[in-house]
């Protein structure tokens, strides 16, 4: 296990016969885990795999993902994790960018054909041979993983993450987290995430276990916790929303859960520590390998609504063009990190525009307090240029959010031959309510400035998202650009 045993801290020792992964009711030990990608590693061989091909993967979270991305490592390929929600079109677009060498994909996803060499590896019937494969010497600097962003904007990137970013983020994020062989790891993001991802890179840098519930669903996720008693996991506001919802009291040995994810609403964040969820805010991107900031549960309590601290040797500014801003000051966050990515693939441009003098622009919109905490206040994307007015959309909806016939609402600019765009509005209303047009925009009248308005409003039955609550913009415009007035 060269790769293995190259990320490992010296002084992290792996027991052989501990855990590595309860998946389908059954412990997997490291020994046999090991074993499982040393035969994964002949297959890959033995189908052309070879040093820094790119390799696509289509798997559910499980531990055919785990061996795979292992084996490809220490056969030194480049593992690219695709989003199983998406549809067959929108995987062809993504593997026609890469021209990947292979697309492995698990056998539950068997009839999904992206290209006509998907591979399948029959893992059970995998046998153990001698056979030296040729692998060369390996190298922190090399390209790691590569995740797609989420594509809200309709253009996914892919980024590039190296080895030594996932070190790097996974070291400084235990300065907080201070793992040990006895933690348990809930695998509860999708493994094509990073927040996923970087589950399975923490646990087997560190030898912890990873527990993999039977679906990512909120009565899945219950039951994992309930019966493995995992001690870490890593949830976003709509999974923690729904585990609150139940009134689930998590077991005392949890003893750490990530909120990440995006914008965290207030009034949940406080709810879930009152229910004694141990809750640790965090901030971070694709990019950043994961988070680079983190608060624990007694600042959580002091300032729900902030992303914590930056992690040290993390670093955040917060700059207006060229111009670093003082505290409690609204600008683009920029992070210095050694977690940030190499950059985007094939993207050049974009790259440069965002890495330079080794600072990361994150296109967020946020602020410093005078105490340092992190406070994110929308993103760059989520501005509309209306008349010539900048509005950001995040403002528009946490205003919209508080009339009590608002269930959900998200806010985006339609482009218009008049104002260059126009503030339109997406609602889902709660059941029973009757809220028109004309009453919320009575109701927004002595909220917001009236260029702020929304010009259109959709009432819909649900908005567009991801697989993690994130509301995909390009769809949402597609709803509007379809009920044209």
Same mark, same amino acid.
């Not at 549809?87 to 539950?108: A, G, M, Y």
């Not at 949940?268 to 141990?278: E, G, P, R, T, Y």
């Not at 009236?450 to 913009?473: A, C, D, H, M």
């Given at each position: 296990?060269?790769?293995?045993?190259? =990320?490992?801290? !010296?002084?992290?020792?792996?027991?052989?016969?501990?855990? !590595?992964?309860?998946?389908?009711?059954?412990?997997?030990?490291?020994?046999?885990?090991?074993?499982?990608?040393?035969?994964?590693?002949?297959?890959? $061989?033995?189908?052309?795999?070879?040093?820094?091909?790119?390799?696509?993967?289509?798997?559910?979270?499980?531990?055919?993902?785990?061996?795979?991305?292992? $084996?490809?490592?220490?056969?030194?390929?480049?593992?690219?994790?695709?989003?199983?929600?998406?549809?067959?079109?929108?995987?062809?677009?993504?593997?026609?960018?890469?021209?990947?060498?292979?697309?492995?994909?698990?056998?539950?996803?068997?009839?999904?054909?992206?290209?006509?060499?998907? &591979?399948? #590896?029959?893992?059970?019937?995998?046998?153990?041979?001698?056979?030296? #494969?040729?692998?060369?010497?390996?190298?922190?600097?090399?390209? $790691?993983?590569?995740?797609?962003?989420?594509?809200?904007?309709?253009?996914?990137?892919?980024? /590039?993450?190296?080895?030594?970013? &996932?070190?790097?983020?996974?070291? =400084?994020?235990?300065?907080?987290?201070?793992?040990?062989?006895?933690?348990?790891?809930?695998?509860?993001?999708?493994?094509?995430? =990073?927040?996923?991802?970087?589950?399975?890179?923490?646990?087997?840098?560190?030898?912890?276990?990873?527990?993999?519930?039977?679906?990512?669903?909120?009565?899945?996720?219950?039951?994992?916790?309930?019966?493995?008693?995992?001690?870490?996991?890593?949830?976003?506001?709509?999974?923690?929303?729904?585990?609150?919802? /139940?009134?689930?009291?998590?077991?005392?040995?949890?003893?750490?859960? &990530?909120?990440?994810?995006? @914008?965290?609403?207030?009034?949940?964040?406080?709810? !879930?520590?009152?229910?004694?969820?141990?809750? !640790?805010?965090?901030?971070?991107?694709?990019?950043?390998?994961?988070?680079?900031? #983190?608060?624990?549960?007694?600042?959580?309590?002091?300032?729900?609504?902030?992303?914590?601290?930056?992690?040290?040797?993390?670093?955040? @500014?917060?700059?207006?063009?060229?111009?670093?801003?003082?505290?409690?000051?609204?600008?683009?966050?920029?992070?210095?990190?050694?977690?940030?990515?190499?950059?985007?693939?094939?993207?050049?441009?974009?790259?440069?525009?965002?890495?330079?003098?080794?600072?990361?622009?994150?296109?967020?919109?946020?602020?410093?307090?005078?105490?340092?905490?992190?406070?994110?206040?929308?993103?760059?994307?989520?501005?509309?240029?209306?008349?010539?007015?900048?509005?950001?959309?995040?403002?528009?909806?946490?205003?919209?959010?508080?009339?009590?016939?608002?269930?959900?609402?998200?806010?985006?600019?339609?482009?218009?031959?008049?104002?260059?765009?126009?503030?339109? $509005?997406?609602?889902? &209303?709660?059941?029973?309510?009757?809220?028109?047009?004309?009453?919320?925009?009575?109701?927004?009248?002595?909220?917001?400035?009236?260029?702020?308005?929304?010009?259109? =409003?959709?009432?819909?039955?649900?908005?567009?998202?991801?697989?993690?609550?994130?509301? #995909?913009?390009?769809?949402?415009?597609?709803? @509007?650009?379809?009920?044209?007035?």
């Amino acid at each position: 296990m060269k790769v293995l045993n190259s =990320i490992r801290p !010296a002084s992290v020792t792996i027991n052989p016969a501990s855990v !590595a992964v309860t998946c389908n009711d059954k412990e997997i030990t490291y020994h046999e885990l090991y074993q499982l990608v040393d035969k994964t590693v002949l297959f890959l $061989a033995q189908h052309g795999i070879r040093e820094n091909d790119t390799v696509c993967l289509l798997f559910s979270n499980g531990l055919e993902f785990i061996v795979t991305v292992l $084996a490809l490592w220490e056969t030194g390929a480049i593992p690219v994790p695709l989003n199983t929600k998406l549809l067959v079109k929108e995987l062809s677009e993504q593997t026609k960018f890469l021209n990947p060498k292979l697309i492995i994909k698990s056998k539950e996803l068997e009839n999904t054909n992206v290209r006509n060499n998907d &591979l399948i #590896i029959p893992f059970e019937k995998l046998t153990l041979v001698k056979q030296k #494969i040729k692998i060369e010497d390996f190298s922190r600097e090399k390209t $790691a993983l590569m995740l797609f962003t989420s594509g809200s904007s309709g253009k996914p990137k892919a980024v /590039m993450l190296s080895f030594e970013n &996932l070190i790097q983020s996974a070291l =400084i994020g235990d300065k907080v987290l201070l793992q040990t062989e006895k933690d348990k790891w809930l695998a509860s993001l999708p493994f094509y995430h =990073i927040g996923g991802f970087s589950i399975i890179f923490r646990a087997i840098m560190f030898g912890a276990s990873i527990v993999i519930p039977t679906s990512l669903s909120s009565d899945d996720l219950k039951e994992a916790i309930l019966k493995y008693h995992p001690t870490l996991a890593s949830l976003v506001s709509n999974q923690l929303k729904k585990l609150a919802d /139940m009134n689930f009291i998590p077991p005392k040995e949890l003893r750490m859960v &990530l909120i990440g994810g995006g @914008f965290s609403d207030k009034e949940l964040i406080l709810k !879930a520590i009152d229910m004694n969820w141990n809750i !640790a805010k965090v901030y971070g991107l694709t990019e950043t390998s994961s988070f680079i900031s #983190i608060m624990n549960k007694e600042d959580v309590r002091r300032k729900p609504e902030a992303s914590g601290k930056a992690i040290l040797p993390n670093q955040v @500014f917060i700059y207006s063009g060229d111009e670093e801003l003082l505290s409690s000051k609204s600008g683009e966050i920029i992070v210095k990190s050694p977690s940030v990515m190499k950059g985007y693939f094939k993207s050049d441009d974009e790259t440069n525009s965002k890495l330079k003098n080794d600072l990361f622009s994150t296109g967020d919109i946020g602020y410093l307090d005078e105490e340092g905490f992190l406070f994110v206040e929308t993103k760059r994307s989520d501005l509309i240029i209306s008349g010539g007015e900048n509005i950001y959309a995040t403002e528009i909806e946490k205003i919209i959010s508080t009339n009590k016939d608002v269930k959900e609402v998200s806010v985006t600019g339609i482009e218009d031959k008049t104002w260059g765009q126009v503030v339109s $509005a997406a609602i889902v &209303l709660n059941k029973d309510a009757k809220l028109s047009e004309s009453d919320l925009r009575s109701f927004l009248k002595d909220k917001l400035a009236g260029y702020k308005i929304p010009k259109k =409003i959709l009432f819909v039955n649900e908005l567009p998202k991801t697989e993690l609550g994130k509301v #995909i913009i390009e769809k949402l415009k597609n709803l @509007f650009n379809t009920n044209k007035d």
